[in-house]
């Protein structure tokens, strides 16, 4: 591998030293290095503005878990896998971190890595037959009340069936990968990521009967709310995408296409579990 993409969280502050370290990786490696245009103002100029998505080999995040999300699109333009260096607190998605990142560049140029690939949300929203909005997810879309200060009524079905109706402050829909994030924290299992399968996770639901159900890779899931208010918002990967009125029905199944990880080191799925959440310690 010689070009790499590069997405900068933005909001870092301790930038010089990180342009430093990349400065010499791109001068003793010979490595070359692209940004996207809208990071133009953030990242120095050595590091080239994108002009073809085809150039690149690999993606490299410096962040936390959002940043890895958000560099999705970049990824997928240019079929190259992804590889998170974490400046974050968690990075649970990150696989390798700032001392390690001259090793990683070693690892990559000298083809001592593995790709993972991991599924996708592809998540429409219609209205009277009508798609008023298309996008996917990496990690999750979240149905929920937004500001409004009481519950919604939500009715799921499968596959055209009919899964239940509840009153609550809305539904996460998560992949595997997005089963650790907000999922876990509303109380949704945990799935190996390298699975295909949907997880429905309601948020706050009005009756203790309503829990997280886990869906094969093949079902599509179509979610209504009844007489949505003003606020009701879909959230794509923590990001606000879609204001829901009525009449609309939200569509999510899995994607065809996948994204591609980078995966460095031998620690399984469950030792990262262990580590970074502290899974089983007394």
Known sequence: ??????LFNPNYLNKEPIFELLRKLHSEKQLSFFKLPEQNGILPEFINTLSDYNRIDCVLTFGGDGTFLRALDFS???????LGINLGKLGFLSESSLKELEKSIDDLKNNRFKVQKRMLLKVQVRKDQRLVFNSLALNDAVIHRGTAPKLIDVNVSSNRRFVIETRC????????TGSTAYNLSAGGPIISPLMDAIVLTPLNPHVLTV???????????KLEINRPTEECILQLDGRNSFVIKENHQIIIGAAKKKVKFIKLSNRTFYQILRKKFHMGRK
């Open 1 to 6: 591998m010689q070009y790499f993409g590069i």
């Open 76 to 82: 997928l333009k240019s079929d190259a896998p992804l």
């Open 169 to 176: 402050d809305g539904f996460i829909v998560s992949t595997p």
């Open 211 to 221: 829990r997280p159900i886990v869906f094969s890779a093949k079902d599509t899931l």
